[in-house]
Each structure stands twice: as C-alpha cells, then as structure tokens.
C-alpha cells in the first residue's frame, strides 16, 4: 500500500506543480508562444479546458488551475487521511493541502531564480544562450517580485542584489511553512 501512495503522491505532486505553473504562467501573462509554455499548455489543457468552461480566467487570474490544484490537493490529503487512519477533520485537510500548495509555488520560485541566475551567466559568456526558451519564461515569472526589491535596494557596480533578497525570502518562507507544518503533525 505505501508504494501505491507513493505512486499517487508523485503523479499527483507532478500534476499540482503544473497547475501551479500554469496559473502563475497566466498571473505575470508570460510569452504562451514560447516552448515552455506549450508544454505546460498541452500537458494541463486536457483537465483545465473543461473546467475553463465553467470557471473562465478572470484577468490575470486563472481559476480553473487554481481550483483544480485546490481541489485535487484536498482530496489527495483526505484520502491520505483516511487511508492512514489519522483523524480525518476539515481544517487539517484544509492546512496540509494549504501548506502543501505553498510549498509548491515556493519550490517554483526558488528554481526559477536558479535557472536564471545560471542562465544570466551563460548569456555573459555566450550571448546565443539568451535565446533558450528558458530564460525569458523564469525571467517573466521571478520579475514582478524582484522588481519591488530592486526598487529598495538597487544593483550595485552591476550587481543585482535582489535575487539574493528573494533567495533568502523564499528560504525564510519556506523555513516558516515547515515550522507551521510540524506543529499541524504533532
């Protein structure tokens, strides 16, 4: 039984990670031509098409991956659940689905900055890297929360210090989520 919930748990983390994706791709109105993009279209239009028809996008929101990750965290955490024969109560259902999405858009965040730290030194080096479908996707994602930081604490001798804010915030969000996590277990 544990090697079918761990099946479950990474097909279902899998797919939640996309929607997420999908629903900050729609929030910055990231480049939907770009590569990327596509593949994150074509791989969670056929659950969010149908779902997009009776819960459109409204601006810049996208409501039908927001509900759907919503929804298939909390029934993944009730099933979780009651299979283990924990108590089953809304509000932890709610909490582990709640910290398990922010974890999710945290662990995005963090890896765009890593890609486009990797990918800004490659385009020193080699201008022809800029054109890895890539780097404008992360640097559309990461830009509308470094921007803020870069506004406080501008780059210096060409250096910009707000990745290293937004690391460090992310680490201390990150750091808070598992705190209020291992409080919710014990």
């Not at 810049?60 to 759907?68: E, K």
């Not at 910009?160 to 201390?172: H, K, N, P």
Request: charged share 10%.
């Amino acid at each position: 039984m544990s090697a079918g919930w761990g099946l479950a748990n990474s097909l279902i983390t899998v797919f939640s990670y996309l929607l997420v994706l999908r629903f900050l791709l729609q929030a910055v109105q990231a480049d939907f031509y770009n590569p990327v993009s596509q593949y994150v279209l074509k791989f969670s239009d056929p659950v969010c098409g149908p779902i997009r028809r009776f819960f459109p996008a409204q601006g810049r929101v996208d409501i039908a991956s927001l509900l759907l990750v919503v929804v298939l965290q909390l029934g993944f955490m009730a099933a979780y659940f009651n299979a283990n024969g924990t108590g089953i109560s809304a509000a932890r259902v709610i909490a582990f689905s709640g910290f398990n999405i922010t974890n999710i858009l945290l662990n995005i965040y963090f890896v765009a900055l890593i890609v486009m730290v990797i990918m800004s030194w490659l385009v020193i080096a080699n201008p022809a890297a800029g054109r890895n479908p890539f780097y404008p996707i992360t640097h559309q994602i990461v830009e509308p929360l470094a921007a803020p930081v870069r506004r406080i604490i501008p780059p210096i001798g060409g250096l910009d210090l707000s990745v290293l804010v937004l690391f460090l915030g992310i680490q201390f969000a990150k750091n808070l989520n598992g705190q209020f996590w291992s409080l919710l277990v014990q």
